[in-house]
């Protein structure tokens, strides 16, 4: 069960239990309670103000911000444009990869430096694994995910879940991705980024998260 929406059970193996987006009109809030020990909340697009913990941060498209431990929650307002903003909820540990935004796009010459695929390409994206489990958020567009050698076709409000070891692509488009990725508790040789068999050597995935 590699892709789930918010409010679905996730598989057992998931670190990340809960998600969801959330769109915050011009000049509107929201109070967000927490759900889970670990919190993570990236702001796709907008600016607004984050409130938690008795502190306060501006936010802008990009913004990347872990809850404090033990934080009761956040509030986030929007200025004066709407706001989407991505939550993600969990038991992850302290050493994580990656996280942040990722947009796909197709074109009529797609190239990659990643591991050679059968299928079908139309988007300069790379079929690679990682040293941990990674979840891609889509909150614009749509298009074909492959993860674990399936094809997945993905919108607005579909999470990726690919345990570690196992290779994802993102290599169709047709309405252009706007995604968050979030790379979870590193393992193993703990390397991070994205690692392809002709350069880092075999891939080993953790045959049990699928």
């Not at 706001?83 to 190239?111: D, K, N, Y």
């Not at 591991?115 to 891609?136: I, L, M, R």
């Amino acid at each position: 069960m590699p892709v789930f929406r918010s409010g679905d059970v996730v598989p057992a193996w998931c670190e990340l239990t809960f998600f969801e987006v959330a769109e915050i009109p011009a000049g509107g809030s929201r109070d967000f309670a927490r759900r889970a020990p670990r919190e993570k909340l990236i702001v796709g697009r907008g600016q607004c103000r984050i409130t938690g913990a008795g502190e306060a941060q501006d936010g802008a498209e990009g913004s990347n911000l872990d809850l404090p431990p033990g934080s009761a929650g956040f509030t986030v307002t929007a200025t004066d444009e709407p706001v989407t903003v991505i939550r993600m909820c969990g038991h992850w540990g302290e050493e994580t990869g990656g996280s942040g935004l990722f947009s796909v796009t197709e074109s009529a010459h797609p190239q990659d430096g990643g591991d050679p695929v059968t299928y079908p390409k139309a988007a300069s994206f790379d079929s690679h694994f990682h040293d941990c489990d990674e979840y891609w958020i889509v909150w614009e567009g749509a298009g074909v995910a492959i993860s674990e050698g399936i094809a997945y076709e993905v919108g607005l409000g579909d999470c990726v879940a690919t345990g570690m070891g196992h290779h994802h692509d993102f290599p169709q488009a047709p309405q252009p991705v706007r995604a968050v990725y979030f790379e979870t508790t590193l393992e193993g040789a703990k390397r991070r980024g994205h690692l392809w068999e002709h350069t880092h050597g075999p891939a080993k995935p953790n045959r049990e998260r699928v």
